[in-house]
């Protein structure tokens, strides 16, 4: 009777999101190359609260290399469009791009990202915009490890918590070119030259 009980007030949660979190079940295989996932949100604004994902760019770094076969471009249909913005980012409304649904969009980025460190310029606020979309899908926060390129860069400069870089400077000071600049994918591989650069600077 306890057991009947205890079935009905645990919470149920979807397939995809029950194998999101096996992956952190399983025992860490030592012998397997980390993998870290660089990642950039395209984003309506700075708000996670009112504001959505546009799109979502990844590509995966393991050992020293960014592995460029193994990324993801995600574009998602605009619920809420702000012209402002959209001279920021390039995407349009009605774009040519292949626009799927948000829930389809971060049900793809959790199959792509498995456990993987997740990396980014300043990716707190990455992370809290795919966390809203996980509310919404009424399920968990993100449980991946995660690593910021600014941060990483405080360190090596020796620089105060408060004194922070934006992705040009960086790219000025680490000598790495910038293409596609401002868009989702452009600004992930981007961010995973200057994260490999840092990496190795830091000996991490």
């Given at each position: ?23 952190f079940e399983k025992e860490p ?167 490999l650069k840092l990496k190795n600077?830091?000996?991490?």
């Amino acid at each position: 009777m306890a057991w009947n009980w205890f079935k009905k007030i645990a919470k149920e949660y979807p397939k995809f999101w029950e194998n999101y979190l096996n992956y952190f079940e399983k025992e860490p295989n030592e012998t397997k190359p980390k993998r870290y996932v660089v990642f950039n949100c395209e984003t309506t604004g700075l708000h996670f609260k009112n504001d959505v994902i546009l799109s979502i760019g990844a590509v995966a770094v393991i050992d020293h290399s960014v592995v460029v076969n193994d990324h993801i471009e995600l574009y998602l249909k605009q619920e809420i469009y702000k012209s402002e913005t959209a001279a920021i980012h390039g995407l349009l409304k009605e774009g040519k791009e292949e626009k799927i649904v948000e829930a389809e969009a971060i049900i793809r980025f959790l199959e792509f990202i498995k456990d993987s460190t997740l990396v980014g310029h300043h990716v707190s606020f990455d992370i809290e915009m795919i966390n809203q979309a996980l509310k919404r899908l009424d399920v968990g926060k993100l449980k991946n490890d995660s690593m910021d390129t600014d941060a990483m860069y405080q360190k090596f400069k020796g620089l105060q918590e408060d004194q922070h870089s934006n992705l040009d400077e960086l790219c000025k000071v680490l000598k790495v070119e910038k293409r596609d600049r401002n868009t989702a994918s452009g600004d992930a591989y981007i961010s995973a030259l200057l994260f490999l650069k840092l990496k190795n600077r830091l000996k991490i």
